[in-house]
């Protein structure tokens, strides 16, 4: 009889037992659980910054006067256009440097359209009829950037009785005149080409240096980049630059313009 009892006693303690032993598994594992991932460093996720784009910027053109120019209105159309005596053109080509600068310009500047016009007067002077003759061509042209000669050159050759301070004097006149047809538009001032052997033209070139503050506009002097003595006769031609003289000439005006 106590057999009987005592074996079903043995089996339920041992599946009591059993129990309670895979039960302390469990815990211990949840327990294990529980530390391993309270120790694992937590990142916070912090919310993504909007990166604007920075505009690039043409450092070619931020230095040149052009540049400062177009920093004004870098939406606007620019028209440059220049006016001068057939100094503009090589006496041995087709080509001046108003259309190299205006070449190596379009490579240094492609974020605003420039547009430009050249203007040629052989026997006009500033001491004559200048105004009559060209004042109507450059408001037509409609420039926002104006680069005009001095015409020195034309009066020292065809009015010499005129003096070196009429000359200045018809010159403020004229640019004073298109100061007033265009408001808006930026003058510059270059003056006519050296040539070899001058007397009463360097004269010329003297007062209009000593008194180009006094003009309308901004006066580029070029002359400090020509060779002299024979070397000025390499690169001139009837008084008028060849083809190296307009490369001289262009290079000058480009490191004011562009800087370049």
């Not at 784009?53 to 159309?77: A, C, F, K, R």
């Not at 061509?137 to 015409?151: G, N, Q």
């Amino acid at each position: 009889m106590l057999k009987k009892i005592g074996f079903p006693l043995v089996i339920l303690f041992s599946i009591t037992g059993i129990i309670l032993s895979y039960m302390y598994d469990q815990q211990q594992i949840a327990e294990i659980a529980d530390e391993a991932t309270s120790s694992i460093p937590v990142e916070e996720t912090k919310p993504s910054e909007e990166i604007e784009d920075e505009p690039v910027v043409d450092e070619t053109v931020s230095l040149g006067w052009l540049g400062s120019h177009i920093d004004n209105d870098p939406y606007l159309t620019q028209k440059v256009v220049f006016v001068g005596s057939s100094s503009f053109t090589s006496t041995e080509s087709d080509y001046g440097w108003p259309n190299l600068v205006m070449e190596e310009t379009a490579h240094a500047i492609d974020t605003t359209t420039i547009d430009y016009e050249v203007l040629t007067y052989s026997g006009e002077t500033v001491s004559s009829s200048l105004i009559a003759d060209t004042a109507r061509d450059i408001t037509a042209a409609d420039p926002t950037v104006l680069i005009i000669e001095s015409f020195s050159l034309n009066d020292n050759q065809y009015y010499l009785p005129f003096t070196e301070q009429e000359s200045f004097d018809n010159l403020s006149l004229f640019l004073t005149h298109m100061e007033s047809e265009l408001p808006d538009t930026e003058i510059i001032v270059v003056p006519s080409n050296p040539f070899p052997n001058a007397l009463h033209y360097l004269e010329r070139k003297n007062v209009l240096d000593e008194q180009a503050s006094t003009l309308p506009g901004t006066y580029v002097d070029h002359w400090g980049a020509w060779p002299t003595g024979e070397g000025l006769e390499s690169v001139t031609q009837n008084l008028r630059p060849n083809d190296e003289g307009h490369e001289i000439w262009s290079k000058a005006f480009l490191e004011f313009f562009i800087d370049s």
